[in-house]
């Protein structure tokens, strides 16, 4: 007698069939779990690179002997600093359609001549609101003329936006590259640049945004992967388990 199970009917009704969808499915499988595990690893090296920040910003202030001393000025990325010098007022650039608060402005980076040291380090002073009615029209931001005090985190140059000129040269800039700047202006500019913390102040706004490595972003991926693998396994089931059985059966009895 032979048998009715649901289980090996596909394998003995459509064989060739049955295992061309098997190979199908598994490979459909097989790929989009890999895909989740992929994304959960990124996720994983993504919250490693987000503690390490955040461990960076809980570190001592170095003072500028200390941050110039450093063997690899890379190593120092969202580390506290205290600087002492002079600002060189005549460099001070404006960058340009970067925003704050939801309004388009100009950040304000001004190099800072350090005290007992060659070196000057571009410093990213704040933000300030541009004029609409001209663009040209920059803001006046008083900038002490003495020894001033400085505390910020040690960061990269602003991001990139799109240049809409090929050159990016004079007071108002789309993006500004500090080796490139060195060269232009010629001044002995440090590896890294320094994003001034602390109360607004000289009409500039310093509610810089966090740094963020964009560990949800892998996780919504690996959500949508796993959830198609279990959809691709689902349906596997229901069509070559379930379902034609279920319409054998009918058509045989019907």
């Not at 690179?49 to 120092?76: C, F, T, Y």
Request: with cysteine; charged share 20%.
């Amino acid at each position: 007698m032979r048998s009715s199970s649901s289980l090996d009917y596909p394998a003995r009704r459509f064989g060739l069939r049955f295992w061309l969808v098997t190979l199908a499915a598994l490979v459909g499988i097989a790929v989009t779990a890999s895909l989740g595990r992929w994304q959960l690893s990124r996720a994983a090296e993504k919250e490693a690179l987000q503690a390490a920040i955040d461990s960076q910003g809980r570190l001592p202030a170095l003072d500028a002997p200390a941050m110039l001393g450093a063997p690899d000025p890379q190593a120092l990325l969202h580390r506290p600093v205290r600087l002492r010098g002079l600002w060189l007022a005549e460099r001070t650039v404006f960058l340009d359609n970067r925003q704050m608060r939801g309004q388009p402005g100009f950040y304000v980076l001004t190099p800072l001549a350090l005290e007992n040291s060659a070196t000057v380090v571009m410093v990213q002073r704040g933000w300030v609101q541009r004029n609409f009615v001209d663009r040209t029209a920059l803001p006046k931001i008083p900038t002490p003329a003495g020894l001033v005090d400085v505390q910020g985190l040690v960061v990269p140059a602003p991001s990139r936006l799109y240049e809409f000129s090929g050159e990016d040269k004079g007071t108002i800039r789309q993006n500004l590259d500090l080796g490139a700047f060195a060269q232009e202006t010629g001044l002995p500019l440090w590896q890294q640049s320094v994003q001034q913390m602390g109360e607004d102040g000289a009409g500039l706004l310093r509610e810089w945004p966090v740094p963020k490595t964009g560990v949800e972003k892998h996780y919504g991926y690996a959500f949508q992967w796993f959830g198609l693998c279990a959809l691709l396994t689902g349906l596997y089931v229901w069509f070559q388990f379930v379902r034609r059985p279920a319409v054998r059966r009918f058509a045989r009895h019907g």
